[in-house]
Every structure is written in structure tokens, then in C-alpha cells.
């Protein structure tokens, strides 16, 4: 079966289909429109317009004529030849009937008319030809709307440019469109389409619009459909995107080849594209674009003209050659060129011979050693490396390599960084000793690693020189840092298997070290990496491996179920590292600390610390430190309710992470804890786009399990529960580590989700879940609101048998729990009187109190979410109690609040309660609540009457209804009685029946 390469949902393009059907719906009017359609080739312009066209309907009609490249120009009149042709077939007598009188002229345009006059072939012919063709264009629009579409008008010859141009600038009252596609790399200077464009965009009819790249989440989106995934993997997407350049035609043929098991290099098929207008080329041009395809993806002309070595002449006319072709383009800074696309810079260079590109590469390295001012500074060893290491020079590539990846580190390029590191591991068998013991040190470019292996203070003779270990434990760290965690993992192993944890005890201990903070980011389990690299390391005294040993111990505790003895070993490790001089250890032991101060009931003290810490990072310059600092105070403030503060935070951190290459280990955390900031703060709208804009950075991102449950948090405040509930379950089917931090947030959504899906024993079965798990700290910020929306639940469910049943048991395992709880800031406090006014709900109390508690501490506290759902039961409960006047009042704010919240669902029940309560003169529909629509039969009921049949057709008992209308059961039963009567029937069962065949409330019960 044949594959599909071609994406079968348009993609983006939104604001372009957008602006054609604008102009349209102009034309429809009498007011004839032409937009020009630009973009490089396979950008999507055809794509475009077939979509466009599809959505053309009757009366409209649509006719296309495409230019073909036939020579220097494209067939004489051939594209509008061909659209009048296809409109001849398809309206046939109606076209012969605007063409009527006009036949010997127009013949001349379209054969089938027969012979064409005998009048003289001069201009004032043409121009003959020219107006007949106009006129019958605006006798075929004056019964429709007509589409013409010129497609490659790039290939079109000057008749044809002529002749649209005249058709755009006559049709003043005709109802027709004109569209006209062109490539637009393929406008060189000198192209006569430049002007022709230009003198057309003048007109006040004319629009132009140009097709952009596409951006990553819609290489992703074209994927998927080509893919046939909902979500394609995102290192194939990075990895595509960056070849592809957003050019969705190179996008589908490079989905092609990975389908068909090439990965590496460029399909045949599309060489011979990319090839096409290379090969056009004069041979001095194509000998430049060979040079310049091995200079690199910018290559300065200086460079370029010391390595081509021809009279200064040659060399310019060749690029104005290859520049005027669309192959080439001066860069941005102006003092070079780069090739229009990357692909056909990598096709150029697979198209040398190997000795010619080995000969290339050695040319720009000796010219560049000789010259290095050719070009910029920082650029310099990463283009000697590349050179050197083309040209098959290992010995000097592997040095050259070695100083760019200082450099590249020096600059928090860490990708790149660990790029030229595995070079230096590639080539390190090939060079001879004398080059491999060259005295470079790499420990101050890898944290805490032992800069020697050596015991004490006795060094063996070989300790100076560069060892592979060195290199591998800097290459580990680089790919940390890139946010590239596998890899990282690879080669930790694979220098613990050259390592001998007997002779070199400390060094094994780091290796140790950072597989477990790399499996701690992975969410995989580390199999006690931290406590086997203690055993290595407790012999040895003091030193910077023994604190980060202590300090990640105390972290993982932290993140997992802390306990009091974390915070003795966070302390130990900050003292540790304050005696050897492990500055950035100690901070982070710090930072840790802080976090236990925070679980175990010391929120100022831990902020206090948190504060300090990062004051200390600053100054040290160490960004990662920075970071995690940032994040955990982000956190923390988050929890205690200071969202505003936590905002600021966070977008300080996702600064310094973008501005120190850290965006791939810290970026996707703090982008979370600024998104539940704001969703916190009921900027939903940008918080979803805070969410989009991240999708698609690091595609190797550890975070996305978090990212994906606030997707679902956004998706259920805007009442979509079944895209939120699918997101949650992706989410929980990622989380592998099962920290608290992630398991109670995503048990909290998914109980919130059954409650409203009306599921509750499901919400019932998440709570229970997590009352089973033992956890040592507090944990008030996130089990309070998990408790009180899970005894909300059960609350709900009152009166369903099946939810009746065990729920005294529940009732008490989650008093119980929130008895060990010590809420001790405004929200926790605010939410432990929610929890108490759920459960005397759930048992038939009176929860008055409590919701007045409740609204006392959330006032100050300034989050709307909390709020709205305690002004909402309060107005609830004073509704039941009588108290109209103070439940309007609450209710109002509590729709207010709920829709600063974005929580669509509170919005909703707050209008519910007021037309079930009658506290306003209004209901939802526009009406009175005490009057039954014009359409809608009466049959003789009261408006209580009928709320009452509306809650009986739903199955609700007479306590239920009683419950939901604010009435006692005994006028419940007595509504009931009057219906039975005023229906003719017997039952509640045959009421519910004629309810249901008159169709009173499908509109409210589909709600």
C-alpha cells in the first residue's frame, strides 16, 4: 500500500486562507480584488490556493491556469488561455453566450472558437484582444463570482503579464478575484516580474502576501498528519524542523526517507531537486558554490576570496551569479553569504568527491591558521576544528577541538560544547600519545570532578596530561547542561567502565553523582547510585565530591518522602562544602535545607534561606544554582499562596536559564511554575500561551509529565473534561519517579474531573488512592485542597445509593488525615475550612461557618480560584437557610470571582443556583425565570411546577429535589402530586415520559 507524504490537513495558513476569503466575499460584492501569493519554492503556495478553491462554492466558480517554463519565458497567453478553456467546459452555453459577438477575436486566445478574424496583427489587435477578453471576463461575473488563478507567474511569458494587468486594472464593477502565485527565489535582479509586481502593488484592488516558514509546532502538526500520530516523537521533529528550515516540501521528503529507513544524509530524489538550479549554473559559479557549501552555513567573503585565490573580479561575478539565482544570499551582517536553504548547501557538499572535500576543508584551515582575523574571534577554533577535522587531520583536529569546546563552554553554548567533546572522543585512538597528553585540564569546565586520581598529595607522573576520563566527565556535564540526558547517561557508563572504583575511589564517586542527578531529572530509577558513591567517598575526608554525595542525598529525600534526618544531611553537606572551598555545592545544599524548612512547618525561615542561597549564586556566577534556586522559591511561594511573587520568580529563572544555554535542564520547570502562577491567578489565556510557546523548545525535555497535567488543569477550567482527563492520564503514564510533588496534583485534577463528570465513586477511588500512601512531611498545600475537593465530592453524591454506601468510611479516613495536617499561612488555613464545610455537607450539617472562615482568610490571600467555590457555597448555604438577600449578594460575587478565575464550570453553577434559588430577576436565557418560553407549551404547571418536572425527569428523588430548590421535602412531594395531576398520569416514571416526548428541557439537560 502506498504511503501518503503529504500532510492530509492543511496546516497553518490560517491567516492567509483568512485574507483570500476576504477578498472574496469583496469580489462577491461587486468589487473585483487580486492578491498575489509569494513564497521560495515549496513553501506551499499551490497547497494554499487548492484549499482556498475548495471552499469556493456556487454560484461562485473557479477557473486555474498554471505558466510553464518553455525557454527564457513561459506559452504565449497560456495560463489565462487555459483558465478561460476550463470555464468554457465547465458552464458551456453560458460561456458561448458571453462570448457572443466576440468569437472571431477571442479566437485568436482560444481556438475552439473557430477561425480568427482578418483584422491586422498590430497593437491596436492586441488591444482588441485585450478588451474583448475583458469583456467577456465581466459578462461571465455578472450571474457569479469569478475565481482566476494564475499559478507560477514567475514562468509567465509578457503577453500574459500584459494581459492580467490589463484584466486588474479594468474590472471596476465586475465580481471576480484574481489570484496569481510566484516563486519568489526565483525573482533575480534582473527578473522581469520585479517590476511588474511592483507597478501591480501600486493598485488599490492589489494585495500581496508572502508565505513564512513554517515555525516548529507546525513541522509537528504536518508531521502528524503525514505520520498518521497525534503526537510525532520531538527529536524527530527537532531533528526535521532544523533540516527542513520550514519549508513544508522539504518537511515531506525528509518524512519520506526516515519512513523508509534513511536517517542520515539526503534522499536521492531530493538532491536531485535541490541539484536542479545548482547545475544551471556557469562552472566559475559552481566551483564558488562548492568552496562556500565546505566554508560552513556562513562563510565571509574575505575567507572565501584568500581561499579561492582567482582575480577579485571572478570571484564577484560568480556570486553575483549564484546570489542572482536564489542559491546564495549575503548574510545578515552583510560581509558574507549563506546558502538561501541549508539542504542545498548539504547537497552541494554530498556531491564532492571525497578528495576534492578533504582538499577543501584542508585549504580554508591553512588559509585560516595563517589569517585568523578573517574571521570573528569566537568563531574562530570551532572553524579550525571544523576544517581541520574535514580534511582528515586528526592531530590537528583533536587539539583544535579541544580548545572550541572551551571556548563553546565559555559562552553556555553547551550543545556545542559537547559537539566538538565528541570529536575529541572520535579521534582520541587516532592521534599519538604526544598529542592526547597535552596538559589541558577540563575539571574547572566539569563542577566537583577530582582533578586527578591521585591519593593525598602524591601525584603519579602521568597526572598533568589529558586523559580520555577528563574528557568524558566534561562531555557528561555538557550534555547535562544542553538538557541532553541520555546522552549523558551513555557516557557516564561508559567511563565507569574504564574507571577503577579501587585505585580511583573519588573520581568513580562523581560518575556515580551524576548518574543519579541525571536519572533524577529522567524520573528513572537510579539503583542507589548516591548511597554506593557514598560508600566510595566516606574514607576519604572531606572534599567537593563527598558534599554534592550529601547534598544530592539530602535532595532526593526532599523530592521523595523527607524526613527530619534530610535536613542533618543537607546541613552536613553545606559544611562540608564551605571547608573545601565547593561553593556551588554548598548553595545547593542550601537550597535543599531551605526546601525541608518549607515541608516541615518553617515557610519564613525556609524563604529567608531560599533568598540567601540565590544572593549567593548570583555573585558566585553559577547559573545553575541560579536556577534551581529561582525554580524552588518559585515553588514555595506558589504554595503558600503568593502567586504574584512566584511570577516573578519564575520569569527570572526561564531569563537566566535562556541568556546561560540552560533553557534544555531548567526551562520546562520554571515554564510550569510560571504557568501555575498564572493559572493560579486566573490568567488562563496566558498561561495556555506561555504552555504553546513552549511545546516545542528542547525537544529532549524532562518535564513534560508537568506540563502536560497543567495542559489538563487549563483544559478543565474551560469545561472541556475529556481533553483535560486525557491529558492528566499522559501525564500520571510518564511520572515514573511518583514524587508527591507530581502524584497529588494529578490525583487532585482527577478527582475534580469524575465530580463534575458526575462519576463519583471514581473520584471516590482516586482519593483513597493517595490516603493509602504513607507520607512522612506535611504536605498541606497540596493534600488540603485534594482532601476538600474529595469530600466535595462525596458531598455531591448524597443520596445515590451506591456513593452512600462506605461513605461514613470515607468521611473519616479524611478527617482523619487532615488531622495530621498543620496549616499554618492564609490559604492552607482557608482551605482546611473548606475541607471542614465539605464534610458537614457530606453529613447533612450545617457548613454556614465554615464558608464564612473560608472567605475571611482567601479575601487577602487575592487567588480567585478558592474563593469563588466558597462564596458559591456560601450562597448555597444561605439560600437553603432563607437568607435571599445575603445569598444574592454572595452569589454575585461569586460569579464575579469565578470568572476572574477562568473556571467556566463555577461560572455555570453560579447561574444554575440563582434560576434554581430565584435570586435573579433574570435567568440565563434572557427571560424571567417565572415565565416559560413563548414556544414552550405550559401545560398548566407553576414555574415551580416545572422545575420541579425538569429535576424529576433527571431521576431525582423528593429529598433530592427538595435539596437542589431550596424547599423541603414535603413541598417537594406536594409539586409532585399537582404534576401527576395537571399531566393526567400516574407515575413519575409517565411524567418524565411526556417531559421527554414534548422535548420541555433537552436544551438544559444536554448542558
Not at 516548529?216 to 508531521?223: D, G, K, R
Not at 555545592?585 to 516541615?600: D, P, W
Not at 492564609?826 to 453529613?843: I, K, Q
Amino acid at each position: 500500500m502506498e504511503q501518503i507524504s503529504v500532510s492530509p490537513v492543511m496546516v497553518g495558513r490560517g491567516r492567509e486562507s483568512e485574507f483570500l476569503h476576504a477578498a472574496l466575499a469583496r469580489a462577491a460584492a461587486g468589487e473585483p480584488r487580486a492578491v498575489l501569493v509569494g513564497g521560495e519554492a515549496g513553501i506551499g503556495k499551490t497547497r494554499l490556493v487548492e484549499e482556498f478553491l475548495h471552499g469556493v462554492a456556487a454560484p461562485a466558480v473557479a477557473a486555474v491556469g498554471g505558466c510553464l517554463e518553455v525557454g527564457a519565458e513561459g506559452l504565449p497567453y497560456g495560463p489565462l488561455a487555459t483558465a478561460l478553456r476550463r470555464l468554457h467546459s465547465e458552464l458551456g452555453p453560458a460561456f458561448e453566450e458571453a462570448a457572443a459577438g466576440m468569437e472571431g477575436h477571442l479566437a485568436r486566445l482560444l481556438p475552439e472558437f473557430g477561425e480568427a478574424d482578418a483584422g491586422p496583427n498590430d497593437e491596436f489587435g492586441r488591444a482588441r484582444l485585450f478588451d474583448h477578453t475583458a469583456r467577456l471576463v465581466e459578462r461571465l461575473a455578472e450571474d457569479r463570482t469569478l475565481v482566476l488563478v494564475v499559478e507560477d507567474l514567475h514562468w509567465s511569458d509578457r503577453s500574459t503579464r500584459d494581459l492580467l494587468a490589463y484584466l486588474i486594472r479594468t474590472l471596476h464593477r465586475a465580481r471576480v478575484l484574481v489570484v496569481a502565485t510566484y516563486r519568489s527565489d526565483d525573482l533575480h535582479r534582473r527578473h522581469p516580474l520585479r517590476p511588474y509586481l511592483a507597478e501591480l502593488e501600486r493598485l488599490r484592488t492589489v494585495r500581496r502576501i508572502d508565505l513564512e516558514r513554517f515555525g516548529p509546532a507546525e513541522t509537528a502538526a504536518q508531521l502528524a498528519g503525514i505520520l498518521g500520530t497525534p503526537t510525532p516523537d520531538r527529536v524527530l521533529v527537532d531533528r526535521i524542523h532544523r533540516r527542513a528550515e520550514g519549508n513544508p516540501f522539504f518537511v515531506e521528503q525528509l518524512a519520506a526517507a526516515q519512513r523508509e529507513g534513511c536517517t542520515v544524509g539526503i534522499p536521492d530524489s531530493l538532491r536531485d531537486i535541490l541539484l536542479v538550479r545548482v547545475e544551471t549554473l556557469p562552472d566559475e559559479a559552481q566551483q564558488v558554490l562548492r568552496l562556500a557549501a565546505e566554508g560552513g552555513t556562513r562563510v565571509e567573503h574575505d575567507l572565501l576570496a584568500a581561499v579561492l585565490d582567482d582575480p577579485e573580479e571572478a570571484l564577484i561575478e560568480a556570486l553575483r551569479t549564484a546570489v542572482g539565482a536564489g542559491v546564495l544570499r549575503p548574510d545578515t551582517d552583510g560581509d558574507g553569504y549563506c546558502f538561501r536553504h541549508a539542504l542545498v548547501r548539504e547537497a552541494v557538499s554530498d556531491d564532492l568527491l571525497p578528495g576534492e572535500r578533504h582538499r577543501i576543508n584542508r585549504r580554508f584551515a591553512a588559509v585560516l591558521a595563517a589569517e585568523p582575523g578573517l574571521v570573528r574571534g569566537e568563531a574562530l577554533d570551532a572553524r579550525l576544528a571544523d576544517y581541520w577535522y574535514h580534511a582528515h587531520e586528526p592531530d590537528r583536529a583533536l587539539p583544535t577541538a579541544l580548545d572550541a569546546a572551551l571556548q563553546a563552554h565559555r559562552r553556555n553554548a553547551f550543545a556545542e560544547q559537547l559537539r566538538m567533546l565528541e570529536r575529541v572522543l572520535e579521534l582520541w585512538d587516532e592521534v599519538p600519545e604526544t598529542v592526547r597528553s597535552t596538559p589541558v585540564r577540563p575539571h574547572d569546565r566539569a563542577e566537583t570532578y577530582p582533578s586527578c586520581g591521585c591519593a593525598g598529595d602524591r601525584h603519579e607522573q602521568d597526572c598533568a596530561g589529558l586523559q580520555l576520563v577528563d574528557v568524558l566527565a566534561e562531555a557528561v556535564v555538557a550534555a547535562r547542561r544542553s538538557g541532553d540526558w541520555d546522552r549523558a547517561i551513555g557516557l557516564v557508563k561508559q567511563a565507569l567502565a574504564r574507571l577503577d572504583e579501587d585505585t580511583d575511589p573519588a573520581r568513580a564517586a562523581w560518575f556515580r553523582v551524576q548518574l543519579a542527578k541525571t536519572c533524577g531529572h529522567l524520573e528513572r530509577p537510579d539503583g542507589g547510585e548516591i548511597q554506593y558513591a557514598y560508600r566510595l567517598v566516606s574514607g576519604l575526608g572531606p572534599s567537593a565530591v563527598q558534599a554534592e554525595v550529601l547534598a544530592m542525598d539530602a535532595a532526593q529525600g526532599m523530592l521523595g518522602n523527607p524526613g527530619r534526618e534530610h535536613m542533618a544531611v543537607a546541613e552536613q553537606a553545606a559544611d562540608i562544602a564551605r571547608r573545601v572551598g565547593a561553593d556551588a555545592v554548598e548553595q545547593h545544599a542550601r537550597i535543599t535545607l531551605a526546601g525541608l524548612y518549607g515541608e516541615f512547618g518553617e515557610p519564613d525561615r525556609a524563604i529567608a534561606l531560599l533568598r540567601d542561597a540565590i544572593d549567593r549564586a548570583r555573585e558566585l556566577g553559577t547559573a545553575d544554582v541560579l536556577c534551581r534556586g529561582l525554580n524552588n522559591l518559585s515553588c514555595m511561594l506558589q504554595s503558600l499562596g503568593r502567586s504574584e511573587e512566584a511570577l516573578e520568580c519564575s520569569r527570572e529563572g526561564l531569563q537566566v536559564a535562556g541568556s546561560t544555554g540552560l533553557l534544555g535542564t531548567a526551562g520546562g520547570c520554571l515554564t510550569g511554575n510560571l504557568v501555575e502562577a498564572l493559572t493560579a491567578l486566573g490568567r488562563c489565556a496566558e498561561a495556555a500561551a506561555t504552555l504553546d510557546s513552549w511545546e516545542y523548545g528542547p525537544p529532549l525535555d524532562p518535564y513534560h509529565e508537568f506540563l502536560d497535567r497543567l495542559r489538563g488543569e487549563l483544559r478543565f477550567l474551560a469545561g472541556d473534561l475529556d481533553r483535560a482527563a486525557e491529558l492528566n492520564r499522559r501525564a500520571r503514564a510518564a511520572d515514573l519517579a511518583r514524587q508527591p510533588q507530581n502524584v497529588l496534583p494529578s490525583a487532585m485534577l482527577a478527582v475534580r474531573i469524575h465530580t463534575r463528570q458526575g462519576r463519583p465513586l471514581d473520584a471516590r477511588a482516586e482519593l483513597l488512592a493517595v490516603l493509602d500512601i504513607e507520607l512522612t512531611a506535611g504536605h498541606e498545600a497540596l493534600l488540603l485542597p485534594l482532601l476538600a475537593h474529595g469530600a466535595g465530592a462525596e458531598a455531591d453524591s448524597r443520596g445515590l445509593p451506591a456513593a452512600d454506601l462506605g461513605r461514613p468510611v470515607v468521611l473519616r479516613r479524611i478527617a482523619e488525615t487532615a488531622a495530621r495536617l498543620d496549616p499554618l499561612v492564609p490559604l492552607h488555613r482557608a482551605w482546611a475550612r473548606l475541607l471542614d464545610g465539605e464534610l458537614a455537607r457530606a453529613r447533612g450539617e450545617d457548613p454556614r461557618e465554615h464558608w464564612a472562615a473560608a472567605i475571611a482568610e482567601l479575601r487577602p490571600v487575592g487567588l480567585p480560584g478558592p474563593l469563588a467555590l466558597a462564596l458559591l457555597r456560601a450562597a448555597e448555604s444561605a439560600a437553603a437557610a432563607g437568607g435571599r438577600d445575603e445569598a444574592r449578594a454572595l452569589l454575585k460575587e461569586a460569579a464575579d470571582t469565578a470568572r476572574a478565575s477562568g473556571d467556566r464550570f463555577l461560572q455555570e453553577e453560579a447561574a444554575h443556583l440563582a434560576e434554581r434559588a430565584r435570586l435573579t430577576a433574570e435567568s440565563t436565557s434572557g427571560r424571567r425565570a417565572d415565565e416559560p418560553a413563548a414556544d414552550e407549551p405550559a401545560l398548566g404547571l407553576t414555574p415551580r411546577e416545572r422545575d420541579v418536572l425538569r429535576l424529576l425527569t433527571l431521576g431525582r428523588t423528593n429529598r433530592q429535589i427538595a435539596e437542589e430548590l431550596y424547599i423541603s421535602p414535603k413541598t417537594a412531594s406536594v409539586h409532585v402530586s399537582n404534576i401527576l395531576a395537571k399531566l393526567g398520569v400516574s407515575g413519575r416514571g409517565e411524567a418524565a415520559a411526556v417531559a421527554h416526548r414534548l422535548r420541555l428541557f433537552e436544551a438544559e439537560n444536554a448542558v
